[in-house]
C-alpha cells in the first residue's frame, strides 16, 4: 500500500515517477499561470497574511460551498467565527472530502509550503494551525516569496478594461522581484448589456478612455484604446466569461440601436442583448488577431442560482453550477464567420460541462493554421473539472480526438497564493497517463520524446502559443 500524499502521489508506475522527476517537477520546471484571479495590487505592496485561515478561507468558495454542504454555520464561513473557530470548522470537514480535490490540493500545500505531512482533521486542526502560522509569521513569508518558492515564471491577472493598470506598470518597474506579472483583458462588463449595472459601467469606462460613449462607434473606439492602454503594459490574453458562446448575426447600424436604446434606460428583447454581445465579441475577437492576442472563452456556467445566498452574501460566494444549455452549433457558426473575414485569433475553449469535452476537441482541428501549433486549444479542465477524474477524461479526449502534444498546460483560475500546486496537481495526472501508456506498449519508451512532451506541455507550448518571454 502506498502512503498517502509522498513524492509518488498519484504516480503509480515506474515510467510515471520517472517523467515526473525528471520533466515536470514544478521545483524544475517553472511554472507560466497565464489565467489567475489574484489582485495584483496584493504582488506590488507583497501583502502578509495574518494566518493561514487568510490565505486559505479569506475568499475561496470551494471551500466554503462543501462547508455549507457539510452542514457548517455561515458564521464559521464567511461570519464574525474567530481565524481559528473557521479553520477548525474546515478541518473537521476534511475527512469527508474523499475523492475531492480539495482534500489533495489541501494536503499537497500543506506539504509544500509548510513542510506539513500530517493528514488534516478536527483531531489535528490545531496543532497544524499553529505550526502553519510559525511559518507564516516570519519576516520572509509574503505574497512574493510564495510566488518565487512556487516557481512561477510569469503570471497573468484578470483585469476590466476601465482599470488604470497602475500596479502594473509600478510591478514592471520594479528590478527587486522578477517574476513578470502581466495584466488580461476581460471586458464582460461592456458585453452584458442585459445588466442593470451595464449603463453606469459604460461611462465608466468611457472616462477611462476619454470618449463619449453615445453609440456603438464610440464603445469601439474606447475599447479600441484601453486594448492600446493595456498592450502598452505587456498584455497578450483576453479573457471572456460567457454563459455561453451564441451566434446572432449584427450589422453596425442595428448594434448601434441596441446601445443606443441600453444608454437611454430602454428594455432590450432577448434578441437584442444575443445580437448586441455577438456584434461586440467580434469586433474583440478582429481586434485581438490584428494584436495578435489570445481569446480565451470560459463557458457553461450558471451564476448566483440561490437568490437568498445572493442578497445575504453577494456574488462570486459559492453559488455558481455549470449548465447543459450549451450549442455546439453556434459556437462553430461565431468561429466559421470570425474564420471567414480573417479575424479568429488564437482561441482557448473551456466548458464547464464536460459533456463537450469532444465538440471541443474535434472543433479545435478544423481551424487550424499553417505555422501555429494548435492555433484553439481545448483549455485545461475547468473549475467543476479540475479534478483527478476531470482532468484525466479532458487529456484523454484532447489526445484521442486532437493533438496531446500542442496542449498548453495547466493554469490556477484562483485567487490564492498557495493554489500553484494545481500545476502540480495536473503535472502529476498527465504523467502518470503517459506513463501508464508507456508500459501498456502504447506508446515507445523514447525517452528524447517523452521529454519533449512532457516538458512542452508543461512548460513550452504556452510560452510558445503567447509569445510570452521569459
Same mark, same amino acid.
Given at each position: 500500500m502506498k502512503r498517502f500524499n509522498d513524492e509518488t502521489f498519484m504516480l503509480n508506475n515506474d515510467t510515471a515517477v520517472r517523467l515526473y522527476n525528471n520533466y515536470a517537477s514544478i521545483r524544475k520546471v517553472p511554472i507560466i499561470d497565464y489565467h489567475c484571479h489574484i489582485p495584483v495590487e496584493e504582488i506590488r505592496f507583497n501583502k502578509r497574511f495574518r494566518n493561514i485561515t487568510e490565505i486559505w478561507l479569506g475568499a475561496d468558495h470551494y471551500k466554503w460551498r462543501q462547508m455549507r454542504v457539510c452542514g457548517i454555520n455561515e458564521r464559521y464561513i464567511t461570519g464574525d467565527a474567530s481565524d481559528y473557530e473557521k479553520f477548525e470548522a474546515f478541518a473537521s470537514i476534511m475527512p469527508k472530502l474523499i475523492g475531492n480535490p480539495l482534500y489533495h490540493w489541501s494536503h499537497l500545500e500543506l506539504a509544500y509550503y509548510f513542510d506539513i505531512h500530517e493528514p488534516l482533521s478536527l483531531k489535528s486542526a490545531r496543532n497544524i494551525y499553529d505550526r502553519a502560522n510559525t511559518i507564516i509569521e516570519r519576516p520572509?513569508?509574503?505574497?512574493? &516569496?510564495?510566488?518565487?518558492? &512556487?516557481?512561477?515564471?510569469?503570471?497573468?491577472?484578470?483585469?476590466?478594461?476601465?482599470?488604470?493598470?497602475?500596479?502594473?506598470?509600478?510591478? *514592471?518597474?520594479?528590478?527587486?522581484?522578477?517574476?513578470?506579472?502581466? +495584466? @488580461?483583458?476581460? +471586458?464582460?462588463?461592456?458585453?452584458?448589456?442585459?445588466? %442593470?449595472?451595464?449603463? &453606469?459601467?459604460?461611462?465608466?469606462?468611457?472616462? *477611462? %478612455?476619454?470618449?463619449?460613449?453615445?453609440?456603438?462607434? @464610440?464603445?469601439?473606439?474606447?475599447?479600441? &484604446?484601453?486594448?492600446?492602454?493595456?498592450?502598452r503594459c505587456g498584455c497578450k490574453i483576453s479573457d471572456h466569461g460567457l454563459y455561453d458562446v451564441r451566434y446572432m448575426p449584427c450589422d453596425d447600424a442595428a448594434a448601434d440601436r441596441i446601445c443606443r436604446e441600453a444608454l437611454a434606460g430602454g428594455t432590450l428583447s432577448d434578441e437584442d442583448v444575443t445580437a448586441f454581445k455577438t456584434w461586440l465579441l467580434e469586433f474583440l475577437a478582429g481586434e485581438y488577431e490584428k494584436k495578435n492576442w489570445v481569446m480565451q472563452l470560459h463557458y457553461g456556467v450558471t451564476r448566483s442560482i440561490n437568490t437568498k445566498a445572493l442578497e445575504a452574501l453577494g456574488a462570486n460566494t459559492g453559488f455558481d453550477v455549470m449548465h447543459n444549455d450549451t450549442r455546439a452549433t453556434e459556437l462553430i457558426a461565431f468561429l466559421d464567420a470570425l474564420e471567414k473575414k480573417g479575424d479568429l485569433p488564437k482561441t482557448i475553449l473551456y466548458s464547464l460541462n464536460p459533456n463537450d469535452n469532444a465538440v471541443i476537441d474535434c472543433v479545435i482541428g478544423a481551424f487550424a493554421e499553417e505555422g501555429i501549433r494548435g492555433k484553439l486549444q481545448h483549455g485545461s479542465a475547468w473549475w467543476f473539472n479540475d479534478h483527478l477524474d476531470g482532468m484525466t477524461e479532458q487529456i484523454k479526449s484532447y489526445a484521442a480526438l486532437s493533438t496531446l502534444g500542442n496542449h498548453i498546460g495547466m493554469l490556477t483560475d484562483s485567487r490564492s497564493f498557495l493554489s500553484y500546486t494545481r500545476h502540480d496537481y495536473f503535472r502529476r495526472i498527465l504523467c502518470n497517463i503517459i506513463g501508464e501508456w508507456v508500459e501498456l506498449g502504447m506508446y515507445p519508451d523514447d525517452e528524447d520524446e517523452l521529454a519533449a512532451i512532457i516538458g512542452d506541455i508543461s512548460l513550452n507550448n504556452a510560452v510558445r502559443y503567447f509569445g510570452f518571454d521569459i
Open positions: 520572509d513569508f509574503n505574497a512574493r &516569496s510564495m510566488i518565487k518558492a &512556487s516557481n512561477v515564471a510569469l503570471l497573468c491577472t484578470t483585469d476590466d478594461p476601465a482599470d488604470t493598470l497602475e500596479h502594473h506598470v509600478a510591478l *514592471a518597474n520594479d528590478d527587486t522581484f522578477d517574476t513578470k506579472v502581466l +495584466p @488580461a483583458f476581460r +471586458p464582460d462588463n461592456a458585453l452584458d448589456i442585459e445588466k %442593470a449595472s451595464w449603463k &453606469s459601467y459604460i461611462a465608466k469606462l468611457g472616462d *477611462a %478612455a476619454g470618449v463619449d460613449i453615445n453609440g456603438a462607434d @464610440a464603445l469601439k473606439a474606447a475599447l479600441g &484604446s484601453r486594448m492600446d492602454h493595456f498592450e
